[in-house]
C-alpha cells in the first residue's frame, strides 16, 4: 500500500482546509487510517484517526472540535477536514495506515501503523 497525502497550503488563520489520502498503489480499504502532525521540533502526533470500517473515530481532545476525519470507500480515500484554523496548526500532515488495532489506544501510536504517505505542509499564517 503506497499513500498518497495531498491538499495542504498556505492559509490565514481561521481558514479551513481539507486533506486527501489515497493509494497510488493498493487499497486501504481493510486498514485503520490516521492522520498525523509533525512540526519542527516536535514529535509527530495523532489528529485524527478512523477505523477500516468508520463506524470509530478518534481525536486528541484539544482537536475534536476543529478536526473531522471521513473515509469513501468508493473512491479509495480518506479525508481530514480542519476548520479554524490556528497558527499551531502549522505542521507537515502525514496520513498511514495499519492492517489492524486490537485497542483504541493504538490509533495514537505512530509506531504502530504499517505504511506511511509523504506528508503536506500546512501553513497557517496570521
Known amino acids: 500500500v503506497q499513500l498518497q497525502a495531498s491538499g495542504g497550503g498556505l492559509v490565514q488563520a481561521g481558514d479551513s482546509l481539507r486533506l486527501s489520502c489515497t493509494t497510488s498503489?493498493?487499497?486501504?480499504?481493510?486498514?485503520?487510517v490516521g492522520w498525523f502532525r509533525q512540526a519542527p521540533g516536535k514529535e509527530r502526533e495523532l489528529v485524527a484517526g478512523?477505523?477500516?470500517?468508520?463506524?470509530?473515530?478518534y481525536y486528541p481532545n484539544s482537536l475534536k472540535d476543529r478536526f473531522t476525519i471521513s473515509r469513501d470507500s468508493a473512491k479509495n480515500t480518506v479525508y481530514l477536514q480542519m476548520i479554524n484554523l490556528k497558527l499551531d496548526d502549522t505542521a507537515t500532515y502525514f496520513c498511514?495506515?495499519?492492517?489492524?488495532?486490537?485497542?483504541?489506544?493504538?490509533?495514537?501510536?505512530?509506531?504502530?501503523?504499517?505504511?506511511w504517505g509523504q506528508g503536506t505542509q500546512v501553513t497557517v499564517s496570521s
Open positions: 498503489r493498493g487499497s486501504f480499504s481493510s486498514c485503520a
Open positions: 478512523v477505523s477500516y470500517n468508520a463506524d470509530r473515530t
Open positions: 498511514a495506515a495499519a492492517r489492524g488495532f486490537g485497542r483504541a489506544s493504538s490509533y495514537y501510536a505512530a509506531r504502530l501503523y504499517d505504511y
